[in-house]
């Protein structure tokens, strides 16, 4: 059982930065798939990132890369998002996620067991 709690999100103006974290609770981390998506009312929830267990693949849906990174810190069992140059569009709720997915990172929701609650993150223009 892993438990994620994000933190990290507000309100920013177009070109401004935020740093997400995700923090996980409960056994082996260091085992799960790491992954953020991203959510607006009305919309279903869209794949931002994801990182795989040792970190050795990551993956950017197209319209954040360049401009979002996301890392991990297993001491910390601690997931970033760190997200520069945002723009309006990027405003949604963000979710991270796990899962064990192997050497892959999956685009899909139904690949991770385990979710935040969410955080807002409004970007105006």
């Known amino acids: 059982q892993v438990q994620l709690v994000e933190s990290g999100g507000g309100l920013v103006q177009a070109g401004g930065s935020l740093r997400l974290s995700c923090a996980a609770s409960?056994?082996?981390?260091?085992?799960?798939?790491m992954v953020w998506f991203r959510q607006t009312p009305g919309k279903e929830r869209e794949f931002v990132t994801g990182?795989?267990?040792?970190?050795?693949?990551?993956i950017y849906t197209d319209s954040v890369k360049g401009r979002f990174t996301i890392s991990r810190d297993n001491a910390k069992n601690t997931v970033y998002l760190q997200m520069n140059i945002l723009k309006p569009e990027d405003t949604a709720v963000y979710y991270c996620?796990?899962?064990?997915?192997?050497?892959?990172?999956?685009?899909?929701?139904?690949?991770?067991?385990?979710w935040g609650q969410g955080t807002q993150v409004t970007v105006s223009s």
């Open positions: 409960g056994r082996a981390f260091s085992r799960y798939t």
């Open positions: 990182m795989t267990s040792s970190g050795a693949r990551t």
């Open positions: 996620a796990a899962g064990q997915t192997g050497n892959v990172v999956s685009p899909f929701t139904r690949a991770y067991d385990y």
